[in-house]
T-cell receptor
Framework: DGGITQSPKYLFRKEGQNVTLSCEQNLNHDAMYWYRQDPGQGLRLIYYSQIVNDFQKGDIAEGYSVSREKKESFPLTVTSAQKNPTAFYLC????????????FGSGTRLTVV | AQSVTQLDSQVPVFEEAPVELRCNYSSSVSVYLFWYVQYPNQGLQLLLKYLSGSTLVKGINGFEAEFNKSQTSFHLRKPSVHISDTAEYFCAVYLSGGYNKLIFGAGTRLAVHP
């Protein structure tokens, strides 16, 4: 079955370390997105990519970086510059036709200690 | 500025009672409207969407929503809830016209009690 795979589901890191969250999709979707979720704040857009080798900053890009070398993959790196990285991170993808909405992965919960 | 407001952060309700989760938006461009559901530690699942046509939209799990352009609202309703409906619900607005972004409300926690 087609879908989005995020790994790992839970991730623990020490403060000051960079960490990369994986997002892979086999839906052949062109656009991919990273959202951060904090309690009571909904989902906030970190980065998005409409096509391979191109990506744009979202509303809260500071302290994060991404790459889009393959259509199927859109990894997110949380750098040591991110002041409050502990959160639930969601990856999503979308077909060119927006009618189908976004498809979401099951998320990665990152805890920085 | 474009925004989505979910008017209730939490909605407690008894099983088999009706429920309405409220959503208002503001936008200067055409919008397309969505409701998503999130169960604990999971991703978001699409409940229903409004793109055009009939303003009453039916979705999965017995939910429906009505688009009201004059009031810029897209409230979600279910006539009789079940314990299994306990989850977080997100209203979202897709901005067209070059923005190409999905903006989410802060979410409403629906708690169904026996």
């Amino acid at each position: 079955d087609g879908g989005i795979t995020q790994s790992p589901k839970y991730l623990f890191r020490k403060e000051g370390q960079n960490v990369t969250l994986s997002c892979e999709q086999n839906l052949n979707h062109d656009a991919m997105y990273w959202y951060r979720q904090d309690p009571g704040q909904g989902l906030r857009l970190i980065y998005y990519s409409q096509i391979v080798n191109d990506f744009q900053k979202g509303d809260i890009a500071e302290g994060y970086s991404v790459s889009r070398e393959k259509k199927e993959s859109f990894p997110l790196t949380v750098t040591s510059a991110q002041k409050n990285p502990t959160a639930f991170y969601l990856c999503a993808s979308k077909e060119g036709n927006f009618n189908y909405g976004y498809t979401f992965g099951s998320g990665t919960r990152l805890t920085v200690v | 500025a474009q925004s989505v407001t979910q008017l209730d952060s939490q909605v407690p309700v008894f099983e088999e009672a009706p429920v309405e989760l409220r959503c208002n938006y503001s936008s200067s461009v055409s919008v397309y409207l969505f409701w998503y559901v999130q169960y604990p530690n999971q991703g978001l699942q699409l409940l229903l969407k409004y793109l055009s046509g009939s303003t009453l939209v039916k979705g999965i799990n017995g939910f429906e929503a009505e688009f009201n352009k004059s009031q810029t609202s897209f409230h979600l309703r279910k006539p009789s809830v079940h314990i299994s409906d306990t989850a977080e619900y997100f209203c979202a607005v897709y901005l067209s016209g070059g923005y190409n972004k999905l903006i989410f409300g802060a979410g409403t926690r629906l708690a169904v009690h026996p």
